[in-house]
T-cell receptor, first 115, second 113 residues
Framework: AQTVTQSQPEMSVQEAETVTLSCTYD???????LFWYKQPPSRQMILVIR??????QNATENRFSVNFQKAAKSFSLKISDSQLGDAAMYFC????????????FGKGTHLIIQP | DTGVSQDPRHKITKRGQNVTFRCDPI?????LYWYRQTLGQGPEFLTY????????KSRLLSDRFSAERPKGSFSTLEIQRTEQGDSAMYLC???????????FGPGTRLTVL
C-alpha cells in the first residue's frame, strides 16, 4: 500500500516571502510520479507541479519548486515570492500504479497568505 | 477545450434515495477517475476507467455504488439507498494515456439528510 503524509495542517506566510510545505510518502515501487495540487476555495483542483521519480533534477514551475529526496521519500514544495492568490489547500499526491490505482493524496496543508 | 465538467454541482437528497452524477472528461482523454473528498481530507480514489472499461475499483466503493462509462465518453456515478455517510464532494478527473497529469472537474457536493 502507498501512503502520503503531510504533517502541516496549516501554514502562514507573509506576502512576498518564501514558504515550504512538507510531504513524505511511502511506496514499494521504484518508478512513480509525485504531484502537488492546489485547491482554492472554489474547490477545483489545479496541478501546481509534478516530479517523475527517475529524474534526479528537481522540478520547477515559475515561483514553485520542489525538493525531491528519493532516498528519504520526501517531496517538499517551495513557494517563492508568495502572492495573495496562492492562498489555498495544497495536496501532495503519489501515483505509483501507472495510473491504474488513481492518485493517493495527503490530508493537505492550508496555506494562509498574510498581506 | 472546456476542461472536465460535472453535473450537478450540488445535490441534496434524503437518506434512502438514489442519486446519479455525471462527468464529462476532456474529449481526447481516455482515462477517467472518480474520487471522494470529505471535509478536511484529501481526495480518495474510488474507481478508474480506461475508455469504456472499468479497470479498478477501490474497496471504498460499496455495492451501493456503481459507475459506468458507455462508449468511453462521459461517465456516471450512481449511489443507491444513500446514507448520511455518503455526504461528500465527488470529484472526477481525466487524463491522456501518454501523459501523467490528471485534470479535475469542479466536483459534485452531495448532502444526505
Amino acid at each position: 500500500a502507498q501512503t502520503v503524509t503531510q504533517s502541516q495542517p496549516e501554514m502562514s506566510v507573509q506576502e512576498a516571502e518564501t514558504v515550504t510545505l512538507s510531504c513524505t510518502y511511502d511506496t514499494s515501487e521504484s518508478d512513480y510520479y509525485l504531484f502537488w495540487y492546489k485547491q482554492p476555495p472554489s474547490r477545483q483542483m489545479i496541478l501546481v507541479i509534478r516530479q517523475e521519480a527517475y529524474k534526479q533534477q528537481n522540478a520547477t514551475e515559475n515561483r514553485f519548486s520542489v525538493n525531491f529526496q528519493k532516498a528519504a521519500k520526501s517531496f517538499s514544495l517551495k513557494i517563492s515570492d508568495s502572492q495573495l492568490g496562492d492562498a489555498a489547500m495544497y495536496f501532495c499526491a503519489l501515483d505509483s500504479g501507472g495510473g491504474a490505482d488513481g492518485l493517493t493524496f495527503g490530508k493537505g496543508t492550508h496555506l494562509i497568505i498574510q498581506p | 477545450d472546456t476542461g472536465v465538467s460535472q453535473d450537478p454541482r450540488h445535490k441534496i437528497t434524503k437518506r434512502g434515495q438514489n442519486v446519479t452524477f455525471r462527468c464529462d472528461p476532456i474529449s481526447e482523454h481516455n482515462r477517467l477517475y472518480w474520487y471522494r473528498q470529505t471535509l478536511g481530507q484529501g481526495p480518495e480514489f474510488l474507481t478508474y476507467f480506461q475508455n469504456e472499461a472499468q479497470l479498478e475499483k477501490s474497496r471504498l466503493l460499496s455495492d451501493r455504488f456503481s459507475a459506468e462509462r458507455p462508449k468511453g465518453s462521459f461517465s456516471t456515478l450512481e449511489i443507491q439507498r444513500t446514507e448520511q455517510g455518503d455526504s461528500a464532494m465527488y470529484l472526477c478527473a481525466s487524463r491522456d494515456y501518454s501523459y501523467n497529469e490528471q485534470f479535475f472537474g469542479p466536483g459534485t457536493r452531495l448532502t444526505v439528510l
